[in-house]
C-alpha cells in the first residue's frame, strides 16, 4: 500500500527469508566463516545459536548457496521426528530409495550407508543442517550422533550442523549427551545487530526495494535500534509498520514519533511500559480514509523517483557512500549536479594501475592467506583502480568522491551485492570481492576472470590464478561491479513508450529469436513484450514481473553480446591465450 508513496518497488521489511535482501553484518559474516570451516573439516559436527529473529535461517541459506559443487544437502526444518522418521526424512531428502512400508530402522540407516559410500566413491560429499535443533529429543540427537559413525578409514561420510535457538546449547550441556558435544569441531553464538549495523541493514533493505535509503530519520533509526534491541525481525516488523504509519499521514520519511506509535502497534511489551500509555494509534481506520482520498486524487503527485546510482550495501570505505542518489529530470525531479571532476590532465592525481600485460611478470605470493594478511589500504584503492582502467575511465585520488560515486559521474553504475560464483558468471563483469583474511582484516581484490574451478584475481598490482575452493576459504560473498546502463534509470513497464522500448524490443528479439512476434507499436510497451521481459526473467532466475526493474536491465546489459565494456569471460578467454 505505501511503495507508491515512498517510490519502492517492493516492500522492503518484509519477514519473509528472501535471499534478494541478505545482510551480512560483521557478527553474521563470522558466524557463516565458522560454518564453513567447519565443514571444511570434514566430519562430526557444527554448531549455530541465536536468539528467536537474530538471521539463522537466512545464514542457513547463505551456507547452502556458498557449498561448492560435488555437496549434497539433505535439510531438516522440522525436527519434531522420532529417530526412524528422522533417518527416514534424511534419506527422502537425499532421495534414497528404500522399502517404505518397512518400520526397521536398520533397514534405512543400511540403505543411507550403501547411499554415502556410493556418493564418496564419486566424489561427493553429503551434508545433514538440522534448523530448529533445540526441539530434538535425546533419543533423536544420539541417533544422530550415531550417524557420524558412517566412515571410511580416511574420513566421515555424513556432515552435520546444527542449527537453533539457545537452548541448543543448553540441551547440548547435558550430561548423556556429552559423546555428541565432543564431536562438535566449530560453535558459534550469533548476536544482534549494534546501532550501527542497524542502520545500515535498513538502508540495505530499502536501497534493494528501489529507494534511496531515506525514508527514515537519524533519530527514528535510534529509536528502531532501542525498541528491536537489534533483533533483524523485529526491526522488520517495526519499520514496516512505521511505514505505513508515514504513508497515512503523508509523510514522506518516518520520524521518531512515527516510530513510537508503529512500536504501540506491533510490540505489547513496549505499550505497557511506563509512560507510553496504553492508546492505540487508530491507523486501520485511517489507512480506509486514506484508500479513498488516494482514489479521488487528492495526493496529486507522483511518488515515484529514479532507482539509485549505488543498489546494494556500503561495505568499506572505498564501497560508495550511503544516500548518494542520482535522480533523473525525466521523472520531475531536478537532478543535484555532481562535482566537477578535476583536470585529468595531473597525471599525479590519477592512481595508474600496472599494465595487464606486466602482472604475469610480478612475482605472485606463494601463499593467498598470506598476502591476504600483509595487504594494506592500497590493495583496496589498487583493485578498483584496476577495476576504472578495465572500464577506461580514471580513479582520481584527490576526489572527495567515493570510487563508485566517480564511476556514476564517468557514465558508470555499482552494484553491491552478496551472492555466489554462479551469480557472479551470470553478470559477466569484473568485479572487486571483499575477502576476509585468516586475522579478520577485509581486503579488496579484482576479479579478474572467473572459470568453473578456478579464478584470476588481482591483489595489490600482482595477478595470480585461484582455485575457487581456495578463495571459499576467504570470501563470504561481497562483491562490487560497474555496468553501464543502456537506458534511463527508471523502470520500464507495461504501457510506458519511448526509444528505451524500441532498444527493449530489439534486444529481446535478437536473445529470443521469433518469440516476439512483432508489433504495431514498437515503442509502446505492451502485452507481447511483457510476456517477453517475463520469460527473460525466468531464464535468469529472476522474479518474473515483466518489470524491466535495476536488476533485470542488468541481465539485459550482460546478455547483450554488443553492450561493451570488460567480461569476465573474454578477459578469461585472453589469459588462457
Known amino acids: 500500500m505505501y511503495c507508491k508513496h515512498f517510490g519502492l518497488d517492493v516492500k522492503p521489511f518484509a519477514i519473509t527469508p528472501d535471499p534478494r535482501f541478505l545482510f551480512l553484518s560483521a557478527r553474521h559474516r563470522e558466524a557463516l566463516a565458522h560454518l564453513l570451516y567447519g565443514i571444511g573439516e570434514g566430519g562430526g559436527f557444527v554448531q549455530l545459536t541465536g536468539e528467536v529473529g537474530t538471521g ?38 537425499l532421495k534414497i530409495t528404500y522399502l517404505r512400508e518397512t518400520e526397521s530402522l536398520k533397514v534405512l540407516v543400511d540403505a543411507l550407508n550403501e547411499h554415502l559410500l556410493s556418493a564418496h566413491a564419486r566424489g561427493r560429499r553429503t551434508i545433514l543442517v538440522i534448523d530448529e535443533a533445540q526441539n530434538l529429543s535425546i533419543e533423536v540427537l544420539e541417533q544422530i550422533r550415531l550417524l557420524t559413525n558412517l566412515e571410511t578409514a580416511q574420513s566421515k561420510l555424513l556432515q552435520i550442523v546444527l542449527i537453533g535457538q539457545p537452548e541448543l546449547q543448553t540441551l547440548l550441556a547435558r550430561n548423556e549427551l556429552r559423546q555428541l558435544s565432543q564431536r562438535i569441531t566449530a560453535r558459534y553464538h550469533l548476536g544482534s545487530l549494534d546501532e550501527a549495523e542497524t542502520e545500515i541493514y535498513i538502508h540495505h533493505r530499502l536501497k534493494v526495494s528501489g529507494g534511496h535509503g531515506d525514508q527514515f530519520s537519524k533519530a527514528a ?17 517495526i519499520c514496516d509498520r512505521a511505514m505505513l504509519g508515514a504513508y497515512v499521514e503523508d509523510k514522506r520519511a518516518v520520524d521518531r514519533k512515527v516510530l513510537q506509535r508503529a512500536a504501540r502497534e506491533v510490540l505489547p511489551e513496549f505499550q505497557a511500559a511506563p509512560g507510553n500509555g496504553a492508546r492505540m494509534w487508530p491507523w486501520a481506520a485511517m489507512i480506509a480514509f486514506a484508500g479513498l482520498i488516494a482514489a479521488a486524487g487528492w495526493f496529486g503527485r507522483d511518488w515515484y523517483t529514479a532507482g539509485p546510482a549505488v543498489e546494494g550495501l556500503q561495505i568499506d570505505a572505498l564501497a560508495p557512500a550511503a544516500g548518494t542518489v542520482v535522480m533523473s529530470e525525466a521523472n520531475g525531479i531536478e537532478a543535484k549536479p555532481l562535482a566537477e571532476p578535476e583536470d585529468p590532465a595531473i597525471e599525479s592525481n590519477v592512481l595508474v594501475p600496472p599494465d595487464p600485460l606486466e602482472l604475469d611478470l610480478l612475482p605472485a605470493p606463494s601463499d593467498l592467506s598470506e598476502q591476504l594478511s600483509v595487504a594494506d589500504e592500497g590493495a583496496g584503492l589498487q583493485a578498483w583502480s584496476s577495476l576504472f582502467e578495465l572500464w577506461n575511465i580514471d580513479l582520481y585520488l584527490n576526489d572527495d568522491l567515493r570510487p563508485c560515486d566517480q564511476a556514476v559521474r564517468q557514465g558508470l553504475r555499482c552494484l553491491v551485492r552478496s551472492g555466489n560464483w554462479t551469480q557472479l558468471r551470470s553478470f559477466d563483469r569484473p568485479a572487486v570481492l571483499q575477502l576476509v583474511a585468516p586475522n579478520g582484516k577485509r581486503v579488496s581484490v579484482l576479479l579478474r576472470s572467473l572459470s568453473n574451478s578456478d579464478a584470476t584475481v588481482e591483489l595489490g598490482g600482482q595477478s595470480r590464478t585461484v582455485a575457487l575452493s581456495e578463495l571459499d576459504q576467504f570470501w563470504l560473498g561481497q562483491f562490487t561491479l560497474l555496468w553501464r546502463p543502456p537506458v534511463g534509470s527508471r523502470a520500464l513497464r507495461r504501457g510506458d513508450q519511448g526509444q528505451d522500448i524500441v532498444w527493449l524490443r530489439e534486444l529481446l528479439e535478437r536473445l529470443q529469436p521469433g518469440a516476439g512476434g512483432g ?6 510497451f505492451d502485452q507481447r513484450l511483457t510476456e517477453q521481459v517475463r520469460r527473460f526473467q525466468a531464464q535468469h532466475l529472476l522474479e518474473p514481473d515483466g518489470v524491466v526493474g535495476t536488476m533485470t536491465l542488468i541481465h539485459l546489459n550482460s546478455a547483450d553480446a554488443h553492450s561493451g565494456g570488460p567480461r569476465l569471460s573474454s578477459l578469461s578467454a585472453k589469459g588462457s591465450g
Do not use: W
Request: net charge negative; hydrophobic share 50%; with cysteine.
Open 56 to 93: 539463522k535461517t537466512t545464514l542457513c541459506r547463505a551456507l547452502l548457496e556458498q557449498l561448492p559443487d560435488g555437496v549434497d544437502v539433505a535439510l531438516i526444518l522440522n525436527p519434531k521426528l522420532t529417530a526412524f522418521e528422522l533417518v527416514a526424512t534424511i534419506c527422502d531428502e
Open 519 to 524: 508489433s504495431a507499436n514498437a515503442n509502446v
Open 221 to 237: 533509526i535510534e529509536e528502531v535500534h532501542k525498541l528491536s534491541a537489534g533483533i533483524p525481525r523485529l526491526i522488520n516488523i
